[in-house]
T-cell receptor, first 114, second 113 residues
Framework: AQSVSQHNHHVILSEAASLELGCNYS??????LFWYVQYPGQHLQLLLK??????LVKGIKGFEAEFIKSKFSFNLRKPSVQWSDTAEYFC????????????FGTGTRLTVIP | DGGITQSPKYLFRKEGQNVTLSCEQN?????MYWYRQDPGQGLRLIYY???????QKGDIAEGYSVSREKKESFPLTVTSAQKNPTAFYLC????????????FGSGTQLSVL
């Protein structure tokens, strides 16, 4: 079945550590890719997105993600995390099939220890 | 302020009862969506609507129904046929043809008594 996989369910890091969250998808063809973040007690919000062009995209708060088409991956990275990055992170894929549907991964909870 | 309003924040359902979750947006978005969030399963699409008076089933539509009589409103009914309704329900909207960015409401936690 087509899916979006986030293999890390819970990641715990100390402040200033580097972060990489994995996201793999199994849809063929052209896709649009997203990372959403949900801070404690807040709405889901868009962190960054990839539609085309440069496969390295930069988002808010120092986050970036790299689209590697051959690996069907869209990993999220940040060189140095802060305590305020503690949140749940969701990868999402929109296969370009005509319907504007987003398929979400299971989410990765990030805990940053001060 | 522009945004998406979901109500109620918490809802309890008795066995065999239908309940309706409200979702209203004032963003003038054409498309609206309902997602269900379960622990360990992420977000799954229940129903979506690209335009008024039209809606489509998502991945887990069984036991749910929706209507889209107005652009601003996309209520979700959890029927008695949904045997495992306890979950966190998120409504979202977007403008198709734009940057496809989803705007989410604050969610409704539904629990079974």
């Amino acid at each position: 079945a087509q899916s979006v996989s986030q293999h890390n369910h819970h990641v715990i890091l100390s402040e200033a550590a580097s972060l990489e969250l994995g996201c793999n998808y199994s849809y063929g063809g052209t896709v649009n890719l997203f990372w959403y973040v949900q801070y404690p007690g807040q709405h889901l919000q868009l962190l960054l997105k990839y539609f085309s062009g440069d496969p390295l995209v930069k988002g808010i708060k120092g986050f970036e993600a790299e689209f590697i088409k051959s690996k069907f991956s869209f990993n999220l990275r940040k060189p140095s995390v802060q305590w305020s990055d503690t949140a749940e992170y969701f990868c999402a894929v929109n296969p370009q099939t005509g319907a504007n549907n987003l398929f979400f991964g299971t989410g990765t909870r990030l805990t940053v220890i001060p | 302020d522009g945004g998406i309003t979901q109500s109620p924040k918490y809802l309890f359902r008795k066995e065999g009862q239908n309940v309706t979750l409200s979702c209203e947006q004032n963003l003038n978005h054409d498309a609206m969506y309902w997602y269900r969030q379960d622990p360990g399963q992420g977000l799954r699409l229940i129903y979506y609507s690209q335009i008024v008076n039209d809606f489509q089933k998502g991945d887990i539509a069984e036991g749910y129904s929706v209507s889209r009589e107005k652009k601003e409103s996309f209520p979700l009914t959890v029927t008695s046929a949904q045997k495992n309704p306890t979950a966190f329900y998120l409504c979202a909207s977007s403008m198709p043809g734009g940057d496809e960015k989803l705007f989410f409401g604050s969610g409704t936690q539904l629990s079974v008594l």
